[in-house]
């Protein structure tokens, strides 16, 4: 069983509805993640939270807007999202980071969204 | 640019034989390298890791390879399974938090 949670496991919202994502962990882990997944493709970095700061933001466009409330949450909140935004959102979380420490990634199983 | 390129979207193999899947990178310099099996619909899982001072890592019937000449890290499958079948996604770890992901090869065991 995954120790990272996610809700709602799946969501559909119309192009102007606002919704948020959230993921918990309680692993102590330091570092959050957000990946959003089209079909039969990889995962693809969205942002990184390490310490409950915005470390990295892959350029994603404003209407995704990440929250970090405390070390153990994650929020996505979407707002004004387009059809081809739909894919699944995945949250993941580890101890942290550093040449010479693991970073194996936690997953949660996702949350199916869909934009009509 | 960095590139993960792994080396084909889908292996088909039967029952009992051993897999391998490549995982070829370009402009990374990786202290480490990660290799994730998802299943459809879940949740990447955390397979193996190997170091850069490694060679060789495994764990029950997996084996990693890790060469930094060749830019290159091979997955082994031993006496693979048809539950084996998911697809195999490889990271490699520059000790940063930006964790990219290679383009992944669909595995299936055929019975």
């Known amino acids: 069983d995954t120790e990272v949670t996610q809700t709602p496991k799946h969501l559909v919202m119309g192009m102007t509805n606002k919704k948020s994502l959230k993921c918990e962990q309680h692993m102590g882990h330091r570092a959050m993640y957000w990946y959003k997944q089209k079909a039969k493709k990889p995962p693809e970095l969205m942002f990184v939270y390490s310490y409950e700061k915005l470390s990295i933001n892959e350029s994603v466009p404003s209407r995704f807007s990440p929250e970090c409330p405390n070390s153990s949450l994650l929020n996505l909140h979407l707002h004004a999202l387009q059809p081809e935004d739909s894919a699944l959102y995945l949250c993941?979380?580890?101890?942290?980071?550093?040449?010479?420490?693991?970073?194996?990634?936690?997953f949660g199983e996702g949350s199916r969204l869909t934009v009509l | 640019s960095q590139k993960i390129e792994q080396n084909s979207e889908a292996l088909n193999i039967q029952e009992g034989k051993t897999a391998t899947l490549t995982c070829n990178y370009t402009n990374y310099s990786p202290a480490y390298l990660q290799w994730y099996r998802q299943d459809p619909g879940r949740g990447p899982v955390f397979l193996l890791l190997i170091r850069e001072n490694e060679k060789e890592k495994r764990k029950e019937r997996l084996k990693v390879t890790f060469d930094t000449t060749l830019k290159q890290s091979l997955f082994h499958i031993t006496a693979s399974q048809p539950a084996d079948s998911a697809t195999y996604l490889c990271?490699?770890?520059?000790?940063?938090?930006?964790?990219?992901f290679g383009t992944g090869t669909r595995l299936k065991v055929l019975a």
């Open positions: 993941a979380s580890s101890q942290g980071t550093g040449v010479l420490r693991t970073g194996e990634l936690f």
């Open positions: 990271a490699p770890g520059t000790g940063t938090y930006k964790y990219i």
